[in-house]
């Protein structure tokens, strides 16, 4: 399907770089370079499979190529039947690459096994191979050149099967009819030869330059009436160098219409030809043209007989690089080859250098008559070395990808007015009435500053500043209101707060809350302050619920984590206390008078005496530890009670001292108020 | 001349077939068989994307063109070049295990197989040779140069006592032979062929197990034993062996540990005087060791690590490492040419490095380490297969040309390689919106109460044709994430994913324009929570049109408006929790369908709010056919899995097949076709539009195939068959083989002469003007021409004829165009009618002929040269 366009390279036109993509399900797309790379990307993940040079790149440089078809072994039954088992198989794996030199020479080279196969030199062409087709059943290849000539070559045995003289001046293109019997031939005049007898079987004249591409179109006539010889009604399609027009002809019975039956017009010199054969008659043929500008047309047409004006494309497709900013224009990116998928319905575009090319699937939706794809190939520039090996593709995360933790608006559903909608309505409204209040009060707030500029009580000054800077929504206003810590100084701004602007200022605070943890501290007295104060006002609004959500769901996420901080708190506190009492026993030693007052003689025996044995021996650990565990309460963990003997073992001489500390622990758990807790967090 | 032409082309000898290709070897199949399956159009049970490839060590051809690696019951031939399968032998009935090169023929491969055959293969063209019948299982093979007999591991008594026994391999001329003439080596050895190697060509072999190594020298016939402290004491607890690999010419012995050391054994002749000094990097279990072929100076290991580290000189100092490799080195190999390594990995891929350590191609099959959890999905716009990949990636497999595209790297941490390490999972993953969207969830879990679970959403950027990441949810549930949806539907405006989690909420997001005045951004939040009595929410599942969200709760499944998200009904059969949740397609998107644990599978009708029908079947997939109504189920039973395929509207199922994998399948899917099929037969009218691919547990992934095994399995059997013909170059004149094949080769040597001359001719001035020269002043062709048949005769020096007709015949060609009765020699190739070339010209010189020829040689020539 995807075997035209290839021998496009003339002399003159450098654009015609030779390039296939692999029959059957385009898994690879073959490309010759000018620099005489010859490099097999892969369709699927635009990765590049395998690179040759041939070894004489430099004299010889590639000028077409073809895909050598990916064909089961020699088949009977109707086309049919063999779709099908073709399309089930995974199997149709694609191997040969025919590479026509500028030298005549043809290489056979293996994709699989990344080497030359061989070399068809002898007795073949001795000027430059303009195109290259292989036949589809029987193994044979036929190429054309700039000496006249076309060869059959035997691809089993690489030698010369039969070479004649294709025309008076060079060959340029040829194409091998759907049944396999026909062979059409580009030079001067376009011939359709017997492949059997080597003999022309008919003319057509039309064409003013040389013949670029070949193909045909229907593999069965329109018109079923007479019994199908294989040839005859079948459509074929000419391109031309400098030519915008891409010419349709007609296999007739009789000898006499030489002329093109229709034309279709494009914007440049066609450079790649890919076209979806109709199978009947209703079937339209869908043929997409790369131009040398870099544009795709593609053209969806039933072929039914003889049009007199040239058409159009149906829709044209067009790649560009973003505009970024101001500064730089889109530019054109050219598209280099396209080929339709298997399924018709969607195009494989190949765009870009032909060094870097990206390759890429399009679904077509025709009824857009113009499309223009959006691409960034600026990433593409760079080769991946990498990648190639690894076959790892990292999605980007930019900084610019929205984050939801827990308590940011957006995470849990926002909580919606219960009521249907007449009461939506209503609260509209009166968010209308607002705006219109507001600005009035601003007017008024504005003189009142303007009084008060005077005195510049500090205390009243802060209600304004606050309001103005929540109406106009000034960072700076806010920040200087809202980062104060003297409580009583908040208490009285919020006290003389107009009361409109307390939503707006619970709205602001909640978006604070959410930021770092260290501001969300000084917006918690706020908050504190305006839900004590303005309570009855709050209760008063019937849209409070869904106001609120989000401040709701904040705390409840915040104090989620509560429990488990205060635990951790509680613990901490206690090592801590702890701590610090026995440092507090080491500093001031004046134990010697009191242990003279306190005088207990046995206990104290009995505990320097586990100290000592403790100390002496690791072994008896675990028999003290349980005696430990027999004195102390139960439920202390681990680590402190490994933080308690350090401070026995210091404090061992001192009874009182102990006593000290375990009443300090219960003041540490009694520290754990959890509003203070949330306070100072 | 026409018909004369035609009749040389009939006789024309056949002077070279190309070998073997043409040969009815197994591997090419008739192409009446072909048709004979279409037509019978039975389906079968077939693997796609592979077995592991990671079983054995792989083997290298001589030239280090191709790599042998085993694979299920197969042997695949991989080019190193291309990464690409040339072939693969397949003929063994059950598991291969083990291959090697045929050490006397180096392009014959010997490969083993536990259905107690030896197969010997000529992997060039892909053709088995012979066959050796053991008639027991075998786990492993070597083959040494020296002698005539190959070594397989065998377990003949018990069935954990493996023997390393030698056999003979009878020399005979039958395709089938039996070798049973076996001699016992060594006994009590392990399994595993890492634990055996042969050193210094044969001379000796060494097998480690648990905690000793012993050494059997074959000409002295004795063994030697090595026992490392096996005490229960902590230092020494992990000095079990784990490999072992022989210097290819000292004597000298390299054993991997599972602490991670490698020791190298000396002297190992004299079990009082050996010596053994440790290297030691690994800091986990010596996976594989390999010494450098051809010098022996350097060794390479491997472990979980997934580093290579290369020991220069054997010394502790001197280290190369090459990283990052992906998953633990299972295997590594050493081209015989010393060029490449190849490194085996537990992720079923195999890597080819340089000699100097740089990776150069990567073989990857289907990644098998770890649990598929994420199921089966299609990606919309590549129409790839997507499912866990690497730790952390999501694999992207091309099932159209059957290997991986690329590995998605998700998480985008660094994986740590290392045993019991808890890591971050990837557990959910789902497309929507035509592949414009992707959402994944990730977690990672230490402790019961600990859980880390983050969704991230990905958009696919045309511009950069890419995943970009746009909204990440930490902790989007307080539980783990049970499934995850994405609402499909064609005419919804905008994206909505509903996931469901085990805290009892199921969350509704929505795509919502959160831009500020700034940048035009979209982001996904929150729209809707949703429970039911806290019962935890187990699965979701909107419906075609996506006005419909069914979401069950345990054993109950609810109906939700997805336009205003009010319950609209519940559904409850209380016959287990509800593990798979679908809705009906098309004409039959009134029916909801639920698989419950205990067995049964219930139809709701959505209009009627009633249960249509029930049955008891114990479900492990149950996928809907995004192209039609068809619905496929596979349920568990004792002796295997079975397939149902039904509509939910039609009692009775479409089509049945029993026992389709012998064990668990885990997750099934339907990929749509690019080409509809046209089965004709009812019973496999559902597989028109889509096919249908299924994951066992042991991770094979398996479809249905109407084709013939032949049709299906032998890719490259089928390839044109070219003859592989390149023309000599220049060196190989100076290496002078030329002169030297000469005699022995005669009819090779013409073909290359002719190829070789070609050029020559066409360059000579003397001949250019010779043919230049208009055709009335030359003397006549058949005179020319016996006489530069003998000139040509004369610089041969022998008396070698046949290569006359072919010089002569380039020069007839230009010469004689029009020159009528022909002479005896006939034309390579003719203007417009084809004629071959015939050869047969040398028979009708007569001997006479050739005497005088002889004679001509002594005469002068040169005067050819100064025409």
């Known amino acids: ?681 | 001349m026409r018909g004369w032409g035609s009749v040389s082309r009939g006789k024309r000898p056949i002077n070279r077939l190309p070998s073997g290709k043409l040969g009815a070897g197994p591997v090419t199949a008739s192409p009446c068989a072909c048709a004979k399956m279409v037509e019978e159009e039975s389906l079968r049970v077939v693997r796609c994307g592979g077995s592991e490839l990671n079983f054995r060590r792989a083997v290298f051809s001589a030239d280090s063109k191709y790599v042998f690696c085993v694979s299920g019951d197969f042997i695949k031939v991989y080019s190193t070049a291309t990464e690409e399968c040339v072939h693969i032998l397949q003929g063994h009935r059950n598991l291969v295990t083990g291959i090697q090169l045929n050490p006397r023929n180096h392009l014959q491969l010997y490969s083993c197989s536990f259905d107690g055959t030896i197969k010997l293969w000529d992997y060039i063209d892909g053709i088995l040779i012979k066959t050796f019948i053991v008639g027991c299982k075998l786990h492993a093979l070597f083959a040494l140069a020296c002698e005539d007999s190959v070594f397989v591991i065998i377990n003949k008594e018990k069935p954990d006592v493996f023997q390393l026994v030698s056999v003979k391999l009878p020399k005979s001329s039958s395709q089938e032979i039996e070798a049973k003439e076996l001699s016992f080596v060594l006994d009590y050895i392990n399994q595993s062929p890492k634990c055996i190697a042969f050193g210094n060509e044969g001379e000796y072999v060494a097998a480690v197990r648990d905690f000793y190594l012993s050494v059997y020298f074959f000409k002295k016939k004795t063994t030697s034993r090595f026992t490392l402290s096996s005490s229960r004491n902590k230092k020494h607890a992990k000095n079990n062996f784990t490999c072992v690999a022989c210097h290819p010419k000292e004597d000298c012995i390299a054993t991997g540990h599972r602490d991670g050391k490698i020791r190298l054994w000396r002297n190992f002749d004299d079990e009082k005087k050996y010596t053994y000094t440790c290297l030691h990097w690994h800091h986990d279990l010596v996976m594989d060791l390999a010494f450098s072929v051809t010098e022996g100076s350097s060794l390479l290991s491997g472990g979980r690590e997934s580093v290579l580290v290369e020991w220069r000189e054997a010394a502790e100092k001197n280290k190369e490492f090459l990283p990052r490799l992906g998953a633990t080195i299972e295997h590594i190999s050493v081209s015989p040419a010393g060029d490449l390594f190849c490194t085996s990995h537990s992720d079923n891929k195999m890597i080819i490095i340089h000699r100097n350590l740089e990776a150069s191609a990567v073989i990857q099959g289907l990644v098998k380490d770890r649990n598929i959890v994420t199921g089966l999905m299609i990606d919309p716009r590549t129409k790839a297969l997507v499912l866990n990949g690497k730790p952390g990636h999501l694999q992207f497999y091309s099932l159209q040309s059957d290997k991986q595209l690329y590995n998605l790297d998700i998480i985008q941490q660094e994986y740590i390689n290392d045993y019991g390490l808890i890591q971050i999972e990837l557990t959910k993953a789902a497309f929507g919106c035509y592949g414009n969207w992707l959402a994944t969830v990730e977690q990672r879990q230490e402790k019961e109460t600990e859980l880390e679970l983050q969704m991230k959403l990905w958009t696919y950027n045309k511009k950069t044709q890419g995943f970009v990441l746009n909204t990440k949810v930490n902790m989007p549930h307080e539980d783990h994430i049970t499934a995850l949806c994405f609402c499909n539907a064609q005419k919804s405006e905008n994206p909505t994913l509903v996931t469901t989690s085990k805290d009892g909420h199921f969350k509704v997001w929505i795509l919502t324009d959160d831009s500020d005045i700034y940048k035009k951004a979209v982001g996904w939040t929150c729209d809707f929570v949703g429970s039911y009595h806290k019962y935890q929410a187990t699965n979701c599942c909107f419906s075609e049109d996506g006005s419909l969200l069914a979401v069950s709760f345990e054993e109950i499944v609810t109906i939700w408006d997805s336009e205003t998200w009010e319950l609209k009904c519940t559904f409850c059969q209380r016959a287990g929790k509800i593990r798979h949740l679908c809705f009906g397609r098309l004409t039959c998107s009134k029916y909801l369908l639920g698989a419950t644990e205990n067995g049964i599978l219930c139809c709701w009708n959505l209009l009627s709010c009633a249960l249509e029908w029930s049955a008891k079947l114990n479900m492990r997939v149950l996928e809907p056919d995004p192209n039609s109504e068809n619905i496929a189920a596979i349920s568990q039973s004792s002796t295997g899995s079975d397939l149902f395929v039904f509509r939910p509207s039609e009692p009775r199922p479409l089509y049945i097949q029993k026992n389709i994998s012998r064990e668990e399948v885990q997750w099934g899917v339907f990929v749509p076709r690019d080409v509809p099929e046209s089965f004709t037969s009812e019973a496999y009218q559902w597989l028109n539009r889509s096919q249908f691919y299924f994951l066992t547990k042991s991770q094979s992934l398996l479809t249905f195939s109407t084709q013939s095994p032949e049709e299906k399995l032998t890719p490259t059997s089928k390839q044109l068959l070219a003859e592989e013909t390149l023309p000599t170059t220049p060196f190989y004149f100076i290496l002078g083989k030329h002169r030297q094949q000469q005699q022995d080769d005669k009819l090779n040597e013409a073909l290359e002469d002719e190829l070789v001359q070609l050029p020559l001719t066409e360059n000579i001035p003397a001949i250019s003007e010779l043919l230049h020269t208009p055709a009335h002043v030359l003397p006549s062709a058949s005179f020319l021409c016996s006489m530069f048949v003998n000139s040509l005769l004369l610089s041969k020096g022998t008396k070698s004829a046949e290569e006359i007709p072919d010089d002569v015949s380039m020069e007839e060609e230009k010469e004689s165009v029009d020159s009528d009765e022909e002479n005896n020699f006939t034309e390579q190739v003719q203007d417009t009618n084809n004629t071959d070339l015939g050869k047969d010209i040398i028979h009708q010189l007569s001997k006479s002929e050739e005497k005088e020829l002889r004679k001509f040689r002594k005469v002068d020539y040169s005067w050819i040269t100064a025409l």
């Open chain 1, 1 to 681: 399907m995807a075997a035209g366009g290839g021998g496009v390279a003339e002399p003159f036109s450098p654009a015609g770089v030779p390039c296939a993509f692999s029959p059957q399900s385009q898994a690879y797309f073959a490309l010759a370079s000018t620099d005489g790379h010859l490099r097999v990307w892969e369709t699927a993940n635009n990765r590049l499979h395998q690179e040759y040079v041939p070894s004489a790149h430099l004299s010889g440089t590639c000028t077409c190529l073809a895909w050598a078809p990916a064909r089961l072994q020699a088949k009977e039954g109707p086309q049919r039947k063999k779709r099908k088992s073709e399309a089930v198989g995974t199997s149709n794996q694609v191997d040969l690459l025919a590479l026509g030199t500028a030298v005549g020479s043809i290489l056979l080279y293996s994709t699989v096994k990344g080497e030359l196969h061989s070399k068809l030199i002898s007795g073949g062409h001795d000027n430059k191979v303009n195109c290259i087709q292989w036949h589809q059943d029987n193994g044979c290849l036929y190429s054309c050149s700039d000496d006249k000539h076309i060869v059959e070559w035997n691809t089993q045995t690489c030698k010369v099967k039969c070479k004649w003289k294709g025309d008076n001046s060079s060959v340029s293109s040829l194409c091998i009819s759907p049944d396999g019997k026909m062979l059409l031939s580009a030079g001067r005049t376009i011939k359709l030869w017997v492949l059997e007898t080597k003999e022309v079987y008919r003319h057509f004249t039309g064409h003013a330059t040389p013949v670029s591409s070949l193909m045909f179109t229907t593999i069965r006539p329109p018109n079923e009436s007479q019994p199908f010889d294989g040839i005859t009604g079948l459509y074929f399609l000419s391109g031309a160098v400098h030519d915008r027009l891409l010419n349709v002809w007609q296999v007739r019975s009789e000898n006499k219409e030489k002329n093109a039956v229709m034309s279709f017009t494009v914007t440049d010199e066609p450079v790649y030809i890919d076209l979806t054969l109709s199978e009947n008659k209703e079937e339209p043929v869908k043929l997409a043209v790369v131009c040398r500008d870099g544009q795709v047309h593609l053209f969806e047409h039933i072929l039914n007989g003889y049009c007199k004006k040239p058409l159009t494309s149906n829709c044209t497709i067009q790649i560009a690089t973003p505009g970024k900013g101001k500064k730089s224009t889109p530019k054109p990116i050219p598209i280099l080859a396209a080929g339709f998928c298997a399924d018709k319905m969607s195009l494989l575009l190949v765009y870009g250098s032909w060094f870097q090319p990206t390759i890429e699937r399009v679904a077509l939706n025709s009824k857009e008559p113009h499309m223009c794809l959006v691409r960034d190939i600026s990433i593409c520039w760079a080769p991946k070395v990498e990648t190639a090996v690894t076959k790892v593709r990292t999605p980007m995360m930019n900084s610019e990808a929205k984050v939801l933790v827990p308590g940011i608006p957006g995470h849990h559903a926002a909580i919606k007015p219960a009521p249907p909608q007449t009461e939506e309505i209503e609260s509209k409204r009166k968010l209308g009435e607002n705006e219109v209040s507001i600005e009035e009060r601003l007017g008024a707030l504005d003189i009142d500053t303007k009084k008060e500029k005077g005195n510049l009580p500090q205390t009243n000054s802060f209600p304004v500043l606050l309001t103005q800077g929540l109406e106009s929504n000034d960072f700076e206003m806010l920040n200087k209101v809202l980062q104060t810590k003297n409580l009583n100084l908040i208490k009285r701004t919020v006290l003389r707060m107009p009361l409109h602007a307390v939503i707006p200022l619970l709205q602001e605070l909640t978006k604070r809350l959410q930021g770092h943890p260290n501001s969300a501290v000084l917006m918690v007295q706020w908050l504190k302050c305006v839900l004590t104060i303005h309570a009855s006002y709050l209760s008063t609004l019937p849209d409070l619920v869904p106001q609120l959500g989000t401040l709701y769901q904040l705390m409840e996420s915040r104090v989620k984590t509560f429990q488990k901080l205060s635990h951790l708190h509680g613990k901490l506190i206690l090592l801590i206390t702890q701590v610090t009492a026995s440092e507090k026993t080491k500093g001031p030693t004046c134990p010697a008078q009191k242990a003279k007052l306190v005088y207990e003689e046995e206990s104290s025996e009995e505990e320097s005496d586990d100290e000592i044995a403790d100390k002496d021996s690791d072994d008896n650990w675990d028999e003290d530890e349980e005696e430990k565990g027999s004195e102390k309460d139960e439920d202390v963990d681990e680590e402190e009670e490994e933080e308690e003997e350090d401070a026995e073992e210091k404090g061992e001489e001192n009874g009182e001292d102990r006593d000290v500390a375990s009443e300090k622990e219960l003041n540490g758990d009694s520290d754990l108020d959890p509003e203070n807790e949330s306070e100072e967090e």
